[in-house]
């Protein structure tokens, strides 16, 4: 080999691994430093009373003073009383429930799930997400990652 | 042209030199069809235009934008009719950028040696989209919020990798203020600079490589 070329080929790898460490600093940096590992919290929602008898109740839950709130359902089906999470499993739009079809409808695409949380139809790969619920001295908590 | 151009032309030479790609023969037997791409660049350039006025009253920050859209419709002298033409070109320019890709697909004007000019223009339609879908998060109204969370989340149903790409386009989690703020930055800076290298790389090869006969 002869001096130049060697040289030339010593250049032409600074170059590149100058681009390359260059490339990964700049997406490091551009990644986010800390992405928060979200804990669950349990929040006073309301009392044992106040759960449904029957049916789907929505309640919108204040979860900071700067009246930030989360939306949960509660739902009473077949002496089982649980907390739904209207995140759709699809793309992540809120769900509603419609008492009419007695389903949770997706706005976005049209996903379906029955009063459980099990899809019935659309594009949603999973069940709604079942949220910790613990009725403890007459107060009910639900569980939620924000 | 006028002497006031003949005396900035005469430090800086750039008339002669381009006088054989200005003043170039083009084929026989060319339509409107062959107008879409200076129309795209007719809309890109408003779109400049419009979108440097903007940002002087934009405030990128969860608790300003949707105030600061509020204001510029109301209250900026003609903030709604500048917000309009920027809405309205982006538009246009998706759709002239599409017919444009049309007619040289029709007119297999792709074919070498304008290979890399197709791959250039499809490289800046698919920025033209990034710029439509990060613009479109901007007002942070319900509509922008639910749409962007709608477009990330797709990120995330890469295998393996999808919470990490999520990560990566929303800087964090869900949808907030790094997103708001990594969307202006993308859509105000890196787009238009990536775009206006493309496009000078598009109408390069176009002059060196003249206008492919019309069919």
């Known amino acids: ?146 | 042209m006028g002497r006031v151009f003949d005396w900035i032309d005469g430090k800086f030479h750039v008339k002669a030199p381009h006088k054989r790609f200005l003043q170039r023969r083009i084929p026989p037997g060319l339509s409107y069809m062959y107008c879409l791409g200076g129309a795209s660049l007719f809309f890109y350039l408003v779109l400049f235009a419009t979108g440097l006025l903007l940002s002087m009253y934009y405030i990128p920050s969860e608790t300003e934008a949707y105030d600061s859209i509020l204001r510029l419709q109301r209250e900026v002298n003609l903030g709604w009719f500048i917000r309009a033409i920027h809405k309205w070109s982006a538009t246009f320019l998706i759709l002239f950028i599409l017919a444009h890709t049309l007619r040289v697909f029709y007119s297999k004007a792709y074919r070498s040696p304008k290979e890399l000019n197709w791959v250039v223009g499809c490289l800046t339609l698919v920025l033209s989209f990034a710029s439509g879908f990060t613009g479109y998060l901007l007002p942070w109204d319900q509509k922008a919020y639910w749409a962007t969370e709608v477009g990330t989340s797709m990120a995330g149903t890469v295998p393996g990798v999808g919470q990490f790409l999520i990560n990566f386009v929303r800087g964090g989690f869900d949808v907030s203020q790094a997103t708001l703020i990594r969307f202006y930055s993308i859509h105000v800076l890196w787009l238009p600079a990536g775009m206006s290298i493309l496009l000078w790389s598009h109408f390069h090869m176009v002059k060196r490589q003249g206008i492919k006969k019309p069919l």
Not at chain 1, 3 to 12: E, M, N
């Open chain 1, 1 to 146: 080999m002869r001096r130049r070329d060697f040289l030339k080929g010593v250049v032409k790898a600074v170059l590149v691994s100058m681009a390359c460490i260059s490339s990964s600093v700049a997406a490091l940096f551009i990644y986010p430093a800390s992405v928060k590992q979200r804990e669950i919290t349990m929040y006073e929602c309301l009392s044992e009373e106040e759960l449904p008898r029957r049916g789907v109740r929505r309640l919108d839950i204040e979860i900071d003073n700067k009246g930030r709130r989360a939306a949960v359902f509660i739902v009473a089906h077949e002496d089982k009383c649980f907390a739904l999470s209207p995140v759709c499993t699809h793309l992540g739009c809120l769900v509603s429930f419609s008492r009419h079809g007695n389903a949770f409808i997706c706005p976005c695409h049209g996903g379906k799930y029955d009063v459980e949380g099990n899809v019935i139809g659309g594009p949603p790969p999973r069940a709604l997400t079942r949220l910790p619920m613990r009725v403890d001295k007459g107060k009910v908590y639900i569980g939620l990652k924000v």
